[in-house]
C-alpha cells in the first residue's frame, strides 16, 4: 500500500535585542530538504524592545499574533530561539564528564534558567556549552505567548539550535572530537562553525523569497530548531 507522505511544518520566532523574525518551516517525510514557506523580520528601533526586554508587550504581542495567523491556517508549533546581552552563554570545562550544574562554577545569578550540552573532551577536561536565561524573559515571552495564544513548543538560545544544526549536518560522521577542533580553530566562535554552502544544504529557499543579502545564522538558527525537535 502506498503511504501518503506526512508533513511536519513548526514556526520558528527567533529574537535578538531589536529584532524579531519569522520563518515558516516545513518538511515532508519524501523531501531531503527543508522547505521554507514564509520568511520575514521586524526591527524596532522605539523601545518597544530593547535587549530583549518587552517594554511594549501590546505592540509586541500584536506583531507576533499577526505574523502567526498570516501563516498559520492551522495550530501548527511554535519554536522560540533567543540571542542578546541579557542571556549568560559560555563554554565552560570541567574535569567531570557529566557534572551537574552546581559543579560548572556557574555565578551565582539568582532567577535564572540553567541548561548545558557536552561539546568535546581534550587533556582530560571536558568541554560543555552552558547557557542561562533570566526568569523575567523567559515569563515575559511565555506570556506574549499565551496572549497571542501560540502553541508554543520551545524556548531555546540560538547557540543551541546552531549547535543541534552543526550536529545534523555532520550526521553519522559527526565526532565530538572534530566538533572540538572546529572549535578551537575558530575561538569558540559557534556561529563561525558554518559556511555559506551550509543553508542551501538544510534548506530549500523559493525564488519568492528575498533573503539573499540577509545574514544567513537566524535562518540557521530556525533550521536548527526544526531538526531539535525531530521535524526533520
Known amino acids: 500500500m502506498w503511504n501518503k507522505p506526512k508533513q511536519h511544518d513548526a514556526f520558528v520566532i527567533t529574537i535578538t535585542p531589536r529584532t524579531i523574525t519569522y520563518s515558516h518551516l516545513s518538511r515532508s517525510t519524501n523531501e531531503p530538504k527543508i522547505q521554507l514557506q514564509s520568511h520575514d523580520i521586524e526591527i524596532f528601533d522605539t523601545l518597544e524592545l530593547e535587549k530583549l526586554i518587552v517594554f511594549n508587550p501590546t505592540i509586541i504581542t500584536n506583531r507576533i499574533q499577526n505574523h502567526y495567523r498570516t501563516i498559520a491556517n492551522q495550530s501548527i508549533p511554535v519554536l522560540m530561539a533567543l540571542n542578546g546581552p541579557s542571556l549568560f552563554a559560555k563554554i565552560i570545562s570541567s574535569s567531570k564528564a557529566h557534572p551537574s550544574l552546581e559543579q560548572l562554577n556557574l555565578p551565582h545569578t539568582p532567577h535564572m534558567q540553567w541548561a548545558h550540552r557536552y561539546l568535546y ?112
Not at 513548543?153 to 566538533?179: K, P
Not at 542551501?200 to 533573503?211: F, G, K, M
Open 121 to 232: 573532551s581534550h587533556d582530560h577536561r571536558h568541554y560543555f556549552y552552558v547557557c542561562g536565561l533570566p526568569q523575567q524573559i523567559l515569563l515575559q515571552f511565555q506570556l506574549v505567548s499565551i496572549t497571542a495564544q501560540l502553541p508554543l513548543r520551545l524556548i531555546s538560545t540560538e547557540h543551541m539550535a546552531l549547535l543541534h544544526l552543526y550536529r545534523y549536518l555532520s550526521g553519522t560522521a559527526f565526532r565530538h572530537s572534530e566538533l572540538g577542533a572546529a572549535l578551537t580553530k575558530r575561538n569558540n566562535n559557534i556561529e563561525q562553525l558554518f559556511s555559506k554552502d551550509d543553508l542551501p544544504r538544510v534548506l530549500s529557499i523559493p525564488t519568492s523569497q528575498a533573503v539573499a543579502n540577509e545574514n544567513p545564522i537566524s535562518l540557521l538558527t530556525a533550521c536548527g530548531l526544526f531538526v531539535s525537535e525531530g521535524f526533520s
